[in-house]
C-alpha cells in the first residue's frame, strides 16, 4: 500500500558512511558516526545508524500506541516507554540485515488491554511496523 498523501518529510544528509557525519536539514542532527567496536570500528562518540533506527521505531511506536488509546478511550500511565533494541549481523545468503525488538512498559494497566493496545499499533498504525514488516525480524515484548 502507497501513501495517498505525504504529511511531513524528514531530510538528512550522511557524508562517509558508517564512519562519517550526519546532519539534518534544519540542523537538529548534526553529529559524528563512528563504527561500533563490535562492527570493527573504533568505537567512541557517534551514533550509528542502528542506534538512530532504534530510538525513531521506539518512539514512532509509542507515539502509535498512544494514538490508539486515545482511539479506545484508555488512560496511557504517565511512565509508558519503549526501549528498542537493534541488532546487525550478517545474512543468508550475503550482505547484512537487522533484527528489531521493542520492549513495550504500560505500568499498570491491564495486561490484556495493554497488549490489544501494542498489537493494534504494531498491525494498523505504526510506520515503522508497516515498512518493516515482511522484511525485518521484530519481536514485541510486553514487560
Do not use: W
Request: charged share 20%; aromatic share 6%.
Amino acid at each position: 500500500m502507497s501513501v495517498s498523501k505525504i504529511l511531513y518529510t524528514a531530510t538528512a544528509t550522511a557524508k562517509g558512511g558508517r564512519a562519517g557525519h550526519i546532519k539534518s536539514s534544519d540542523g537538529v542532527l548534526d553529529f559524528d558516526l563512528k563504527v561500533p567496536k563490535e562492527l570493527g570500528g573504533p568505537g567512541g562518540v557517534g551514533s550509528n545508524p542502528e542506534q538512530l533506527f532504534a530510538a525513531g521505531y521506539a518512539a514512532c511506536f509509542e507515539g502509535a500506541m498512544r494514538f490508539v488509546a486515545g482511539q479506545k478511550k484508555v488512560p496511557v500511565p504517565a511512565d509508558t516507554s519503549v526501549t528498542g533494541h537493534v541488532g546487525i549481523g550478517p545474512r543468508e545468503p550475503t550482505g547484512f540485515g537487522i533484527a528489531v525488538e521493542l520492549e513495550v512498559n504500560l505500568p499498570g494497566l491491564d495486561r490484556a488491554v495493554a497488549q490489544e493496545l501494542v498489537d493494534t499499533a504494531h498491525r494498523d498504525i505504526c510506520p515503522y511496523s508497516h515498512a518493516t514488516r515482511g522484511n525485518v525480524d521484530v519481536k514485541i515484548t510486553l514487560v
